[in-house]
């Protein structure tokens, strides 16, 4: 055997390969929503591209005064049903709830406008792993082996994916929500604080996991969970996403 021996890759990594790392065409930085969770992105950009805080513009936000009230030191920019993206500019999503989330990345992206995907330095990705466009890794959370992201993914403080789960497209993981190995959520699914999916578990589309509750069985579309074990039933007055009539249905999650 050699007496040198080829450096061993790392299974896990932080941010800082070049697909983590920001463009050097962005100009402008928006984020979309002016909530809590937004003043939180804001703290978090400077932390993953601590040389771009200088890009940071404002947010874009149907709701302005509430905004005002958060005591943001960034304007609001723009409307998001009215906001025509430029050349340079970059977006990161900032809202809460599955539905509204996708019903506003899909009309700006419908407009032209790009996501960028935000890793904080703190969490943790397997280099097996994928995060798909436009996601946000809040601080401590964890994406496993081989696990995978779909686009606008949000995996809030200390959420996690074990090895070999999925995330669909638009899918929300509050603070502590975890996915076994295995697991998968479909499109749209919200997972509360706390709340848990068992390894080799399937949730459909829009199924919403109440926070604390556990579910160990397979659940199908537009179901609620709750309890320990999770008992299954049909979300009641489930809306879908549909063009907001009113700047309280723009808002981000409290």
């Known amino acids: 055997m050699s007496s040198v021996e080829s450096p061993r890759r790392p299974a896990f990594h932080r941010p800082g390969s070049p697909a983590l790392n920001l463009q050097p ?6 984020i979309v929503g002016a909530g809590g969770f937004g003043r939180e992105v804001r703290e978090w ?6 040389d771009a805080v200088s890009r940071l513009a404002g947010f874009l936000s149907a709701d302005a005064p509430r905004a005002s009230v958060a005591g943001s030191a960034l304007p609001i920019i723009d409307d998001p049903r009215h906001f025509e993206p430029q050349a340079g500019d970059a977006l990161l999503l900032a809202i809460g709830i599955p539905e509204t989330r996708r019903h506003v990345a899909e009309m700006l992206e419908n407009r032209g406008a790009s996501f960028l995907t935000l890793v904080h330095p703190t969490a943790i990705v397997a280099t097996s792993a994928h995060v798909g466009q436009g996601s946000i890794l809040c601080p401590y959370s964890i994406v496993s082996c081989s696990a995978s992201l779909g686009r606008h993914v949000l995996l809030n403080y200390q959420a996690s994916l074990g090895h070999d789960a999925r995330a669909g497209d638009f899918a929300v993981l509050s603070p502590y929500a975890a996915l076994g190995g295995h697991a998968r959520i479909e499109e749209d ?3 509360g604080m706390h709340a848990s999916v068992g390894p080799g578990k399937v949730l459909g589309p829009r199924t919403k996991v109440s926070a604390n509750s556990c579910a160990l069985a397979d659940a199908p579309a537009d179901s609620i969970v709750f309890g320990v074990p999770g008992r299954i039933a049909p979300r009641v007055g489930l809306v879908r996403a549909s063009p907001p009539s009113s700047p309280v249905e723009m808002r981000s999650a409290p």
Request: glycine share 6%.
């Open 189 to 191: 699914v919200f997972l």
């Open 25 to 30: 065409t962005v100009d402008r930085i928006l």
């Open 45 to 50: 950009v400077g932390d993953a591209w601590p």
